[in-house]
C-alpha cells in the first residue's frame, strides 16, 4: 500500500497490521484502495471497524498506461470524492466458496472415474457405491486383476472418502448461500429461479444493463 507525498515520492506501507497502525497514526477520514482481490478486503474490513470511510472500488481501466507506485498513489488520491464506500459482502464469499468447493468435487470424481477405468469396467460413482468404496468394500466390485490393481484400489477409497466428505460441505455451504438470500431478492419472482441460483448472481444492480445480465 502506498501513499503520495510531496516531490514525486510515496511511502510505503506493509499490508499488514503494522502497516495498518503506521496509517492509523495519520488519523485518515477516507482511504481508497487499488481493488487487488483479496489483498484488499482485509485492510478494507479493519480500516472501516476503525470507524474510517474506506473504498476499494476503483475500476482497473483508472490503471491503464503508465503505471508505477507513484502514479497508482496519484490516481487514488483523485478518486477520493467519486470513492463508493467498502461492504462486506457474506453472500459473495460463500458464493467463492461453493464455486471453489464445486471445482474440487468435479477433479475428484474425474480423478475417481480415471482411478475405476483402470480396475473396472464400471466407472459409475453413485452416493451407495461413494460409501462402499469409501470403507474399501470392493466385494461387489468386479475388478481386472493387474499388477496396479492393489494400488488403484487403495487411491480409489482415499478419492472416495475424500469425495463424499467434499460433498457434505458443498452441502452445508449451499445451506448457508440460501440462508443468504432475502424473501424479497427480485429474482425469486422468475418461474425456474430458486435460492442458489439468486444467491450467485448476487446484486443484479452491479449489472449496467439488463443485456449484461441476461444471455
Known amino acids: 500500500m502506498y501513499q503520495k507525498i510531496i516531490r514525486g515520492r510515496v511511502r510505503k506501507y506493509e499490508n499488514k497490521k503494522e502497516g495498518y497502525k503506521e496509517i492509523l497514526k495519520m488519523k485518515p477520514c477516507t482511504i481508497v484502495l487499488e481493488p487487488t482481490g483479496v489483498y484488499a478486503i482485509r485492510p478494507s474490513q479493519y480500516f472501516k471497524e476503525k470507524g474510517i470511510k474506506v ?4 475500476r482497473e481501466k483508472e ?6 507506485d507513484f502514479y497508482d498513489a496519484e490516481k487514488l488520491e483523485n478518486m477520493v470524492n467519486k470513492a463508493k464506500e467498502y461492504d462486506y459482502n457474506p453472500l459473495k464469499e460463500m458464493t467463492t466458496l461453493y464455486l471453489f468447493l464445486k471445482d474440487i468435487e468435479t477433479k475428484y470424481k474425474n480423478r475417481l472415474k480415471r482411478a475405476l477405468f483402470l480396475v473396472s469396467d464400471n466407472d459409475k460413482v453413485s452416493k451407495d457405491r461413494l460409501e462402499k468404496l469409501a470403507k474399501g468394500d470392493f466385494t461387489r466390485e468386479e475388478l481386472y486383476q493387474l499388477e496396479y490393481t492393489p494400488l488403484v484400489l487403495e487411491e480409489i477409497k482415499i478419492l472416495a472418502k475424500n469425495l463424499l466428505e467434499i460433498q457434505e460441505r458443498f452441502k452445508e ?5 440460501e440462508g443468504q438470500v432475502p424473501d424479497d431478492h427480485v429474482l425469486l419472482t422468475i418461474p425456474g429461479v430458486g435460492r442458489l441460483a439468486a444467491g450467485i448472481v448476487g446484486d443484479i444492480r452491479r449489472f449496467p444493463k439488463p443485456e449484461s445480465f441476461v444471455v
Open 63 to 68: 490503471f491503464r498506461g503508465k503505471k508505477t
Open 173 to 177: 455451504v449451499r445451506r448457508m448461500i
Open 55 to 58: 473504498s476499494p472500488d476503483a
